[in-house]
């Protein structure tokens, strides 16, 4: 069963800091690529960053690039998002999502877990 199980999410204020773990289990991780998205209430869920397991490339949302890190760490399955710099527009529920395909599009993605909320006061 493929499972992805996000964790790290908070309240934290403007400026903060916050790290999101995602930890999969159930198919090949280096076969597949991470992305993590998220979803403000009455909005669509947009891309934020994401990474190719099998060579660590990365790519990231205008609107993060430069706060936020994705890695990963393969022994472990476990892919994070560092986010720094953290302004009152990244309140909303991140997902971690799995699929073949490398980008920030949310139904090119199989598998996802099921969020973590993060609010950032201001």
């Known amino acids: 069963e493929v499972q992805l199980v996000e964790s790290g999410g908070g309240l934290v204020q403007a400026g903060g800091s916050l790290r999101l773990s995602c930890t999969a289990s159930?198919?090949?991780?280096?076969?597949?690529?991470i992305g993590w998205f998220r979803q403000a209430p009455g909005k669509e869920r947009e891309g934020v960053a994401c990474?190719?397991?099998?060579?660590?490339?990365?790519y990231y949302a205008d609107s993060v690039k430069g706060r936020f890190t994705i890695s990963s760490d393969n022994a472990k399955n476990t892919v994070y998002l560092q986010m720094n710099s953290l302004i009152p527009e990244d309140t909303a529920v991140y997902y971690c999502e799995a699929g073949p395909l490398y980008g920030l599009d949310p139904f090119e993605y199989d598998y996802w877990g099921q969020g973590t909320k993060v609010t950032v006061s201001s």
């Open positions: 990474i190719s397991s099998s060579d660590g490339s990365t």
């Open positions: 159930g198919f090949t991780f280096d076969d597949y690529a």
